[in-house]
C-alpha cells in the first residue's frame, strides 16, 4: 500500500471527526406487555430475557428453527410487577414492524401478551462517539454507565429512555423519546448528522447490515453476533439447538472479516487466494485514499494482513473491529 498510516489510524480518525454525531435511529418500536411477556419473549428471541432485569436491555437476533437470520432488535425491560405482568420495548433493526407482527402474532396462542406497534408514538435517535456522552450532559441528559444500561429521562423507564448502546468503535448511546417532542430533542441534541458518517461508524466497529449485508440464509455466527445477541444459561428458543450445536462443535466454514484497500470493491466483488474464491465483499466506506469494507471469508482466509485479491485490487485482511 502507498499509504504509510495505518488503517486502525484511520478509524480513529474517522470517529474522532464524529465525535458529537447525532443519527436518526431505529424507527420500528414495538412493546411486549402482560404476565407472560418475559417468558415469550424468552421463548422467541436469542438473548436472555428470562433474566433482563428493569433498567436493562440486550440485544437479540431473530432466527427461525433452523437458526437462520430473520431480523435484530434491541428489546429494554421497562416494567415488571406481579400485577401487571412485564413491559418490553423492542426497536427493530432489518425487519419492519409489519414483518415483524406477522412473524410473531402467530406464536401468541395460549400467552397473556400484548404486542403493539407504537412506532408513531416514539423516536429514536443515536450519539455516537468520543464526544456522546458530553454530548448528553450538554443537553442534560443522564449517562447510563454500562452498556445496555437503560436510565429514565423524566423519572419513568415508560416514557423517555436513554441507553447505552454501542454503534460505533467509541460507544455511543440511544435516545428514545416521544414523538410529539421530537423537535425539542433534535434542538437539546444538536442538528442530525449525515447517514454517512454513521455508515463509516458502523463499518469501522465491523456491524454487519441485516439483510442488506448478509440475508436470510445466514447464520448469528457467520455474522459474529454471538457473543453480544446469544445467551447459552436461558433455557429453550427458536433456532437454539442448532446455534448451541455450532458453537460446540465450531463448525462454521465461512465468517464476516475485514478488508483493507486502497480503493473499495464494489459489493458482491468476489475475493482471490491465487485462482480460489475465499470470499465477497459486502459493503464497506472509501475516505483519504483508502477503504475500509466488511467480507464474507472462508476459514482458509481468516489470517490478519494476508494479501487477496478483489476484483484486481489488492486487499489486506484485518480482523474487527478495524484496528483491535
Not at 199 to 223: I, K
Request: glycine residues 10%; negative net charge; charged residues 25%.
Amino acid at each position: 500500500m502507498s499509504d504509510p498510516r495505518t488503517h486502525d489510524a484511520l478509524a480513529e480518525a474517522a470517529v474522532v471527526r464524529a465525535s458529537s454525531g447525532t443519527f436518526q435511529g431505529p424507527t420500528g418500536v414495538l412493546t411486549f406487555v402482560g404476565p407472560d411477556a418475559r417468558r415469550f419473549c424468552n421463548g422467541m428471541f436469542t438473548n436472555n430475557v428470562r433474566n433482563l432485569a428493569v433498567g436493562r436491555s440486550n440485544q437479540n437476533a431473530m432466527v427461525d428453527d433452523k437458526a437462520r437470520m430473520q431480523g435484530l432488535h434491541d428489546l429494554a425491560c421497562l416494567a415488571d410487577s406481579p400485577e401487571t405482568g412485564g413491559h418490553f420495548r423492542a426497536t427493530l433493526e432489518g425487519v419492519t414492524v409489519e414483518q415483524f407482527i406477522a412473524r410473531y402474532e402467530k406464536y401468541i396462542i395460549f400467552d397473556d401478551v400484548e404486542l403493539t406497534d407504537v412506532s408513531d408514538d416514539w423516536r429514536v435517535y443515536t450519539v455516537q462517539g468520543p464526544g456522546a456522552a458530553a454530548k448528553l450532559l450538554g443537553a442534560g441528559l443522564p449517562v447510563p454507565a454500562n452498556e445496555g444500561d437503560v436510565v429514565a429521562i423524566n423519572g419513568e423507564l415508560v416514557a423517555a429512555t436513554v441507553t447505552r448502546r454501542a454503534r460505533s468503535v467509541a460507544g455511543g448511546f440511544d435516545v428514545c423519546v416521544p414523538a410529539a417532542e421530537a423537535d425539542a430533542w433534535v434542538a437539546r441534541l444538536g442538528p442530525i448528522g449525515d447517514p454517512a458518517t454513521l455508515e463509516r461508524l458502523r463499518v469501522e466497529a465491523g456491524l454487519v447490515r441485516w439483510p442488506v449485508d448478509m440475508g436470510e440464509r445466514a447464520l448469528p455466527h457467520e455474522m459474529r453476533v454471538v457473543p453480544r445477541m446469544c445467551s447459552f444459561e436461558k433455557g429453550c428458543y427458536i433456532g437454539q439447538e442448532v446455534i448451541n450445536r455450532i458453537d460446540v462443535m465450531g463448525q462454521v466454514n465461512k465468517q464476516v472479516w475485514g478488508l483493507v484497500c486502497a480503493s473499495l470493491p464494489e459489493p458482491g466483488t468476489e475475493v482471490k487466494r491465487g485462482e480460489d474464491v475465499v470470499g465477497v465483499v459486502l459493503s464497506g466506506v472509501q475516505e483519504d485514499g483508502y477503504a475500509r469494507a466488511l467480507v464474507l471469508l472462508r476459514k482458509t482466509a481468516w489470517t490478519p494482513g494476508l494479501e487477496l485479491d478483489a476484483g484486481g485490487v489488492p486487499v489486506h485482511v484485518s480482523d474487527l473491529p478495524f484496528g483491535a
